[in-house]
């Protein structure tokens, strides 16, 4: 097996950031969510992998990709050493075409790599480790293609949905894949339809037509779910104060907040919480 050895490159004066690094889980880990990316690959050991609602065993070959909007954990096997290779970055080390697969469906990002597979990400990670290019342009340039390989690989790679998958994002329009995942980056800001067509340098009554018609809602329905299906998360994987639930979930008061989820949940955040929340928790 190739070392990859702990690397850090972050370009302070952009908006780049890319971080690498080996090491042993040394404790279990909470609940949690990050600001960027990142990618997870087991080198060694056994474990589990908590994301969102979905509980993975976690196994030597096997490979996760995480996104801001996900909550997770890790939980360590007593009797196992668990090594992994971890990658993080954000969202400008990513090709704009791979978000849309990324934010295309709420598909848990994981696969479980055969050998050659597992042997081409080592191999990724050595180069991205080892770059010596001494230039800023370059070096981000190097770093986001083979990020971009790798994440190919995993969407590839991922297990039994692979095909439904791409044959569904392969039905929206070019420019709603460019709003959907705009928002489902964004939804936490006091973003707006109009914010959108501006920043994306779209029509105002195509948006909302084509929202109507291949998702089937308008657009702030469309947002206050992506809103709403965090909040459902955060209630039942924190225990943050409901009201903090509200403003980090991107809505602008407690009294929307608490309308729109009974709405949409059929009853309020409390009881929610309390007919869900995690075993054990």
Excluded at 56 to 74: A, C, Q, R, S
Excluded at 168 to 179: A, E, F
Excluded at 222 to 228: A, D, E, G, S
Aim: aromatic share 16%; charged share 25%; net charge neutral.
């Amino acid at each position: 097996m190739t070392e990859i050895f702990e690397y850090f490159k972050s370009n302070n004066e952009s908006n780049y950031y890319f971080n690498i690094e080996e090491y042993i889980v040394q404790k279990n880990w909470d609940f949690h969510w990050h600001e960027y990316y990142e990618i997870e690959c087991v080198l060694e050991g056994k474990g589990e992998h908590y994301i969102n609602e979905n509980i993975y065993e976690l196994n030597p070959g096997d490979i996760f990709l995480i996104t801001p909007n996900d909550l997770h954990k890790v939980i360590q096997y007593e009797i196992s050493t668990l090594k992994v290779i971890n990658i993080k970055f954000n969202e400008y080390m990513i090709f704009p075409e791979l978000l849309d697969y990324i934010y295309g469906e709420n598909l848990p990002i994981t696969a479980s790599l055969i050998e050659t597979d597992f042997n081409d990400v080592l191999l990724m990670c050595n180069k991205m480790t080892y770059i010596k290019a001494h230039d800023k342009i370059l070096d981000n340039i190097f770093i986001k293609s083979l990020l971009s390989q790798l994440i190919v690989l995993i969407l590839i790679n991922m297990k039994n949905n692979h095909t439904s998958y791409i044959n569904k994002k392969n039905s929206l329009p070019p420019n709603l894949k460019k709003v959907i995942t705009y928002i489902k980056f964004n939804f936490k800001n006091n973003i707006t339809l109009d914010d959108i067509t501006k920043q994306l340098y779209l029509s105002k009554n195509y948006c909302s037509e084509y929202f109507r018609k291949y998702i089937g809602m308008s657009f702030i329905k469309y947002l206050n779910k992506i809103r709403l299906n965090y909040a459902a998360k955060l209630l039942i994987m924190s225990d943050m104060e409901i009201i903090e639930i509200c403003y980090e979930s991107g809505f602008s008061s407690v009294s929307t907040f608490y309308k729109n989820f009974k709405q949409y949940y059929k009853v309020s955040p409390k009881i929610y919480r309390n007919n869900n929340k995690l075993k054990g928790d």
